[in-house]
């Protein structure tokens, strides 16, 4: 199999970058283009029906996250690797990223001479960074990952996905009317959420919730010590 091209799709809503990134990449023995969309609903189709070796995806997608495709992705094709080309290098894109599944994350304009070595990399199972991000991210994210998984066994996983969001959202301090407007759901329902996830933790106050999605790394504790 060593000899066999990696196959690779594109999801990216600018067909012009798209064109560019088919250019680069044929000029590359290992690699062969087998698709590409514009949008996240058409990438993740397109990803079941190709099932490439490798998907390079835009973090910003017209109908949605990249991040949230990835994670998609990843879900149903488990040997598919994903690298993540954004024009955001914050190290929250960048640990949601790799946290979604992401095994590179490029910045667009560094592209050029970066993607064949991240899409090298990636397969051969290696975790990627452009240079020109602080390379502590990965550490950072590395030890998120760890603490994702104590959590399941501190009971975090009782919590439904929804309920796992409006902690968070609860912890780092937002109000109830500033949740409802982030998840598109009325404040009633962030109330509801709220008790739910007092009852299953066993919590009764704020500072109680704070003090556990802290001791989980699930918020920035230095935003509470200001």
Known sequence: MGGEKKTIL???????????????????????????????????????????????????????????????????????????????????????????????????????????ECLEAVSKGERFMDSSLHHKVVENVMKSREQEAKITDAGYNILTRREQQVMRLLADGLPTKEIAEKLFISPKTVKNHRSNIMSKLDLHTTVELVRYAAKFGLIDVTLWQK
């Open 10 to 116: 594109i999801v990216d809503d600018h067909p012009f970058f798209r064109e560019g990134l088919k250019s680069l990449l044929a000029r590359h023995p290992g690699f062969e283009v087998i698709g590409e969309a514009g949008n996240g609903d058409e990438g993740l189709r397109k990803a079941r029906e190709l099932m490439p070796d490798l998907v390079v995806m835009d973090i910003s997608l017209p109908d949605g996250s990249g991040i949230e495709v990835t994670r998609n992705i990843r879900g149903i094709l488990h040997e598919t690797r994903v690298v993540i080309l954004s024009m955001h290098s914050k190290i929250d894109y960048i640990t949601k990223a790799f946290q979604a599944g992401a095994t590179g994350y490029i910045v667009k304009e560094s592209a050029t001479e970066t993607l064949s």
